[in-house]
């Protein structure tokens, strides 16, 4: 409110405002550096906001979040150790069914040996040179046996020939419930099979070959349920495994990434802050002026 004085040297009355302190200099805008600073943090954040945005990032640097950048690289790093763990448990599966997939025909061979013997078996029906016929594609069998049990291979690895021993890396760590030993100790061939000896060319021979190639079907059999059990093992952990690195990546993106909707609602904010700014500046700018006219410049 305006207050009138007298001027003890004229008498005339001089008018003030009550509690106002107001002062314009030229060297020193205190209104116009007040409104730079306040522009300039805006642009900043205004920048931040636009580099979260054009690239999804909440976290850029670790300027942007030192705690949250390092949690984050934690785990990263662990679901990249994860996806390592998913490709080796997998491999193991691959490798178990080529194996697997051997024995089948490992099975279907015997058993064609099998049909064999019990042909020559049959002396009532069977004369010798169907006994010799047989015997011929016995030898043949046997010797099939042997050669996909040598060629079976998993990379450079032979698998069926008795000396196969892999260990997979399925976890963290170098403990025993982050690695699964696989062996295969049992040769799929004719010798490991214990048919090597065996032969059908006579009613005699056929009759103990019959009971040698069951013990082979059941050695055999054995072997597809160790190797069908360890490739259950590598699926369960492909799938646990699975579950645990999706969790991991959810819990990164849930540091780093930007979340749109409250970064759309800031973008907005500061986009009027700054065009608000910018005219507060160009105004307080123009405070000097008020002594330039004083002085009839």
């Known amino acids: 409110m305006p207050i009138h004085t007298p001027n003890p040297m004229t008498g005339r009355y001089r008018s003030r405002t009550k509690g106002a302190n107001v002062s314009i200099t030229v060297n020193f805008n205190a209104s116009a550096t007040q409104a730079y600073d306040t522009l300039n943090a805006t642009n900043s954040a205004l920048n931040t906001t636009i ?12 300027a942007s979040n030192p705690a949250g950048y390092v949690s984050a ?32 025909q490992a ?41 996909i049990a040598n060629t079976t291979k998993f990379g450079s690895q032979v698998l069926l020939s008795g000396t196969y021993t892999g260990t997979f890396q399925v976890g963290t760590g170098v403990s025993s419930y982050s690695q699964l030993a696989v062996t295969i100790s049992t040769a799929a061939t004719d010798t490991g099979l214990g048919l090597n000896t065996t032969s059908v060319d006579t009613q005699a021979n056929a009759t103990t070959a019959i009971t040698s190639l069951s013990a082979a079907i059941n050695t055999v059999d054995s072997m597809q349920a160790y190797l069908g059990a360890q490739q259950n093992k590598l699926q369960d952990i492909v799938a646990n495994l699975t579950v645990g690195q999706q969790n991991l990546q959810s819990a990164q993106s849930r540091i780093v ?7 759309s609602t800031q973008l907005a904010t500061q986009q009027i802050l700054e065009q608000t700014g910018a005219s507060m500046l160009a105004t307080a700018q123009q405070a000097p002026n008020i002594v330039l006219k004083a002085l009839g410049l």
């Open 51 to 62: 580099g979260e945005m054009s690239s999804g990032l909440a976290i850029q640097t670790a």
């Open 73 to 104: 690289g934690l785990l990263g790093d662990q679901a990249a150790g994860y996806g390592v763990d998913i490709t080796n448990a997998q491999n193991g599966v691959s490798m178990l069914q080529t194996a697997q997939g051997a024995l089948n």
């Open 107 to 147: 099975v279907s061979i015997v058993q064609q040996m099998q049909q064999l013997a019990y042909s020559s078996a049959n002396s009532g029906s069977t004369d010798p040179a169907a006994a010799a016929a047989n015997q011929q594609e016995y030898s043949a069998l046997q010797s099939d046996l042997t050669q």
């Open 257 to 263: 990434d930007t979340n749109f909707a409250q970064a």
